[in-house]
């Protein structure tokens, strides 16, 4: 093909998923489907492979993060990043219209635009001649860190501003931030992962904007909203309203939820209404940010030392309040972790009535000093549960003592196990009725003993009937005892029987990964089972046993022999095989083959030969480990069709890439 063909072809591929990308992320509305989407993606990875000269800054293909950095260098900002000072009630706002009034020298009415002040961090764009160039944090006002990296894998962000005629540079001002959904969701995984948790939407967003990797921060639910336009060489907006526009033309992400408003009464309006349902948006917002429309007031107006006089923003009534510990009560989680819970006299917290607050843990509370009586200030974040910030010493009732966890669960009488070194006291009981729904639902997963038909609902009959009180109870189960239950049928019965029966004949990796384990996932389980190939002999092994198994370290060891300390779980193991479960044990590892042992493989994209999961027990068949996402651990991806990111960045740290029949090959 020749050059300038290749190029409009490459130039139209990129154009078109800037298109898509923009629909899909920012407007909510994509055109096209998810392969459809894929397909051009792989076609413009290809055209640059082949033509690298293509590979521009501004590609769709550079989202997903860069060589980890050093350190952050620094960027001086072309204008002082300014802040802004509160209104912490209307009265207070509406002192801010008269002051603007007097110094402007007029009664006219002023025009405001309302906009939400989301809680994430502030970020600065600059753009040159239309391209993303230099993105920072705040950092002092002044000079920032210089994080533009990160901010490429912001699919929010455009590399390029759509349109013709962009000036030479472009400021943009805005936040970054992380949705509640999303933030719970990387919270669960972070716990799964054993890493700490975040403790709320904003310190998650800072830490991952703040990455030296950053593909790490590509794999973040990150959004991003401008709300200044500070700057446009060569072009002067008349007002706010008027640069938000522009903005959105080159089709940068703009708040939806900003309003005009004729007057300060009308933007004291949207204040209120906002304080009101804040819990709607699917963001936290601290306040709302009110500011001067006209761009001639803003500059009669001018700016104080850190923040201009022609924008102010009007706070939210603290989501705190002070109230009276009642008791403190240990809850047991689906995991057997005992978090220790206030039971609060009931107390208004921003429009929401409060009963109870987290103490998190032992040293939580041994930190704040919290005893039952106490009278304690609490506070609410969006919807993160309550917690106690401190306790009002001055109002301790004297015979007040402290508190300590009990010993024993409270659930099942079983002990509670805190490990050296950790904060969160355990139960390990796995029939703890607590703990009971949650582990059976994992032990009948897919990934599990993959009992089908066997859901969330049946699972909860089943209990609560009192059918069942651990995993091993399963097998004991009748058809007349299911027919039982409300809405079961006899088809249906029938085949949760069957199901069952099916399930016993499994391997003994699937059964240790079933048992739920903490830090025991799919594939230290099928380590486990391939070292030891006897149950019995896992069972019985000590921690330093473990520790010399490779890919097993401290925390696991101490995971797995507290497991099996547990009487209860060592008997409800032996009814599971007292009722007929069987385990088969996998090939020795030393048939396994060489190019596979100890290598990482990652599958991506649609599979046409055989399914993902089958993909990975080859893998793991043969002693090679299979995981889920691509990093410079990974030897091997074998890309479907439609792969997407994860071969973007396999092909980035060059990494092998098998098709299906090469992979097969290296199989046999
Ligand atoms: S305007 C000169 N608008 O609030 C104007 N700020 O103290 C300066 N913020 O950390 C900011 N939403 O990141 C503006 N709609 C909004 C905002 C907003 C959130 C943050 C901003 C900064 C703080 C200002």
């Not at 290749?6 to 920012?26: D, P």
């Not at 300590?404 to 002990?415: D, K, R, W, Y």
């Not at 092909?651 to 090959?665: C, G, P, Q, S, Y």
């Amino acid at each position: 093909m020749a050059v300038s063909s290749i190029h409009q072809k490459w130039e139209n591929l990129r154009r078109q998923i800037e298109q898509h990308n923009y629909r899909y992320h920012v407007l909510d509305d994509p055109e096209i489907s998810d392969v459809e989407y894929d397909k051009l993606f792989r076609q413009l990875i290809e055209l640059e492979e082949t033509h690298p000269a293509l590979k521009t800054p501004d590609s769709p293909s550079r989202r997903v993060g860069a060589p980890p950095l050093a350190k952050f260098g620094s960027v001086t900002h072309r204008s002082l990043m300014l802040s802004l000072d509160n209104a912490m009630n209307r009265d207070e706002l509406i002192a801010f219209d008269g002051r603007l009034k007097r110094a402007l020298d007029s009664q006219d009415e002023i025009t405001y635009i309302a906009e939400p002040k989301l809680d994430g961090l502030a970020i600065s764009l600059v753009y040159e001649n239309g391209l993303l160039s230099t993105g920072a944090t705040r950092g002092d006002g002044r000079t920032g860190e210089d994080i533009t990296q990160n901010l490429r894998t912001i699919h929010t962000i455009p590399l390029r501003l759509q349109g013709q005629a962009v000036p030479p540079i472009v400021e943009i001002r805005g936040e970054v931030f992380i949705e509640k959904e999303q933030f719970k969701k990387l919270n669960r995984k972070r716990e799964e992962a054993a890493e700490p948790a975040f403790a709320n939407p904003r310190n998650a967003a800072a830490g991952s904007l703040r990455q030296l990797d950053s593909s790490v921060t590509a794999e973040r639910p990150l959004k991003f909203f401008a709300y200044e336009l500070t700057s446009a060489e060569g072009i002067n907006y008349t007002s706010h309203g008027e640069s938000l526009e522009q903005l959105q033309k080159w089709q940068v992400p703009v708040n939806p939820n900003i309003s005009n408003c004729t007057n300060i009464e009308e933007a004291i309006a949207y204040y209120e209404e906002w304080e009101e349902n804040r819990n709607t948006l699917p963001y936290e917002i601290d306040g709302v940010v009110i500011k001067v429309n006209s761009t001639s007031e803003r500059e009669q107006l001018g700016i104080k030392s850190r923040s201009p006089r022609w924008a102010i923003s009007g706070k939210f009534k603290a989501q705190q309040a002070t109230t009276v510990v009642e008791d403190i009560v240990p809850s047991i989680g689906r995991t057997g972790a005992v978090t220790p819970v206030a039971h609060l006299q009931p107390v208004n917290v921003g429009g929401v009535i409060v009963s109870r607050a987290t103490l998190h843990n032992q040293d939580e509370i041994d930190r704040k000093d919290i005893r039952t009586g106490d009278t304690v200030l609490i506070q609410r974040a969006g919807d993160v549960i309550p917690e106690v910030v401190k306790v009002i010493t001055e109002k301790r009732p004297d015979e007040a003592v402290k508190y300590i966890l009990p010993e024993e669960c409270p659930s099942c009488g079983a002990e509670v196990i805190r490990p050296e070194e950790e904060a969160v006291a355990r139960c390990h009981n796995i029939s703890c009725p607590a703990q009971v729904k949650g582990r059976i639902e994992h032990f009948a997963s897919k990934r599990a003993l993959d009992i089908d038909g066997l859901g969330s609902k049946v699972v909860s009959q089943l209990i609560e009937s009192g059918l069942v009180y651990s995993f091993a109870d399963l097998f004991y189960l009748s058809k007349e005892q299911l027919l039982g239950l409300e809405r079961m049928g006899d088809l249906s019965a029938q085949n949760l029987i069957d199901a069952i029966d099916t399930s016993k004949e499994t391997t003994l990796a699937r059964f240790i990964y079933g048992l739920g384990i903490r830090n025991v996932g799919e594939h230290v389980a099928d380590v486990l089972a391939r070292k030891y190939r006897s149950l019995e002999v896992l069972m019985d092994s000590t921690a330093e046993e473990l520790e010399a198994v490779d890919e097993v370290g401290p925390i696991v060891a101490e995971s797995i022999v507290s497991f099996f300390g547990s009487k209860e779980n060592r008997d409800t193991i032996r009814r599971c095989l007292s009722g007929g479960v069987f385990l088969s044990v996998p090939e020795t590892p030393e048939k396994t083959d060489l190019a596979v042992r100890g290598k990482t493989f990652v599958f991506t994209g649609k599979l046409e030969q055989f399914t993902r999961q089958d993909g990975e027990e080859m893998v793991r068949n043969l002693g090679g480990r299979a995981a889920k996402s691509v990093s410079s651990k990974t030897d091997f991806i074998i890309a479907g069709t439609g792969a997407g990111s994860k071969l973007i960045k396999a092909r980035k740290l060059n990494i092998t890439v098998l098709n299906e029949d090469e992979f097969l090959a290296l199989m046999s």
